[in-house]
């Protein structure tokens, strides 16, 4: 064979380990984007055992109707929410050490954790009282200039990335957050909900959080 045609064989020999090696380049990159996702629910669980359920249960039930059910929560809009508890944009006795000690890593397990979780809906206790929040919900009041909730959180109120899922929430949660945003209280929305929940009738404010509490 002639010194050509020997460095044409070694130069197509080094070609095809080099494709090879590309391959499996790509094939190690998947494998750790897919990995990464669960590392983080496995983190997440972790934390949530040790941290979180108390007060929010492993599934992400509240303990009780004074805590907030997270099953299926948003993940970016809960991120947000520990985020602004750590930084003091909401407030809490609990939540903000809590927050606090959390970083990006954990942040994302725990939110990635319970946005996997199913959500749980209650039987409304008054289904008369419910479809007058269905009501609400869907059409606002246009006598009061109170839009309907359904054009921020959409139709199932499962809302998306940036706003947070209502469906199957803490009727008592619920309301008791409707009432600090119309005091103030809480303003780490850019004061949206403020204006609206001002607007909100106690009548209202009661049907619309019992209606949200029985959707699924």
């Known amino acids: 064979m002639n010194k050509t045609g020997a460095d044409g064989i070694r130069l197509s020999t080094l070609g095809t380990v080099r494709n090879a090696m590309a391959g499996l380049g790509a094939l190690f990159a998947v494998a750790a984007f897919a990995q990464a996702p669960a590392d983080d629910l496995a983190r997440g669980a972790q934390l949530v055992q040790k941290d979180c359920s108390t007060c929010h249960g492993l599934n992400g039930q509240g303990a009780s109707n004074e805590f907030p059910n997270l099953a299926g929560q948003n993940e970016k809009y809960l991120a947000k929410q520990l985020r602004d508890f750590a930084s003091g944009?909401?407030?809490?006795?609990?939540?903000?050490?809590?927050?606090?000690?959390?970083?990006?890593?954990?942040?994302?397990?725990?939110?990635?954790?319970?946005?996997?979780?199913?959500?749980?809906?209650?039987?409304?206790?008054?289904?008369?009282?419910?479809?007058?929040?269905?009501?609400?919900?869907?059409r606002g009041n246009p006598y009061s200039g109170l839009p309907g909730c359904v054009s921020c959180h959409g139709t199932g109120a499962r809302g998306h990335a940036e706003l947070p899922r209502l469906a199957g929430q803490s009727p008592q949660y619920l309301e008791r957050q409707l009432k600090q945003f119309a005091s103030r209280a809480r303003s780490n929305d850019g004061s949206i909900m403020a204006v609206i929940a001002s607007r909100l009738t106690e009548l209202e404010m009661k049907a619309v959080v019992e209606h949200l509490g029985a959707m699924k």
């Open 89 to 138: 944009a909401r407030t809490s006795l609990v939540m903000s050490p809590k927050a606090t000690a959390l970083d990006e890593l954990a942040i994302r397990g725990v939110t990635k954790y319970y946005q996997s979780q199913t959500p749980v809906a209650k039987p409304t206790s008054d289904p008369m009282l419910a479809s007058v929040g269905a009501f609400v919900y869907e």
